[in-house]
């Protein structure tokens, strides 16, 4: 299961923060990945509208960071991904150096060479 969490902001959307196991074979062994949507349903809805199939949101054990929800709201698309931590802070130098990517970054298929 996906550690996770959500946060609702004062209009009414909220912001769905999960680590997932990268879906990418050659990828990262686990990504953070943020969704800015109507409501959690849908939010979850766009992630599995991507191909990530088994996503479920239980709880609100992880939620996204003050930082993570203004990188989610600047993104003109709402869905945006890094690697994860690995002791599962948000808050650790080196991942602050790392720079949140588009979802379709991380869910492109490799070109076959020929």
């Not at 912001?15 to 074979?25: D, E, I, K, R, W």
């Not at 969704?35 to 996503?55: F, Y």
């Not at 992880?62 to 930082?67: G, I, K, L």
């Not at 990188?71 to 690995?86: E, S």
Request: proline share 11%; hydrophobic share 40%.
């Amino acid at each position: 299961m996906a550690a996770g969490g959500f946060c609702k902001l004062p209009n009414g959307t909220v912001v769905v923060a999960l680590n997932l196991p990268s879906p990418a074979a050659d990828g990262p062994g686990a990504v953070r990945v943020l969704v800015h949507s109507v409501n959690r349903a849908r939010a979850l809805t766009r992630l599995r509208n991507l191909g990530l199939r088994s996503v479920y949101l239980r709880g609100n054990a992880a939620p996204p960071t003050p930082d993570e929800i203004t990188a989610v709201l600047h993104h003109p698309d709402g869905l945006i991904w890094r690697t994860a931590p690995d002791n599962g802070v948000a808050s650790s130098p080196d991942l602050a150096q790392e720079l949140w990517r588009p979802i379709r970054a991380l869910l492109r298929r490799p070109t076959a060479q020929t």
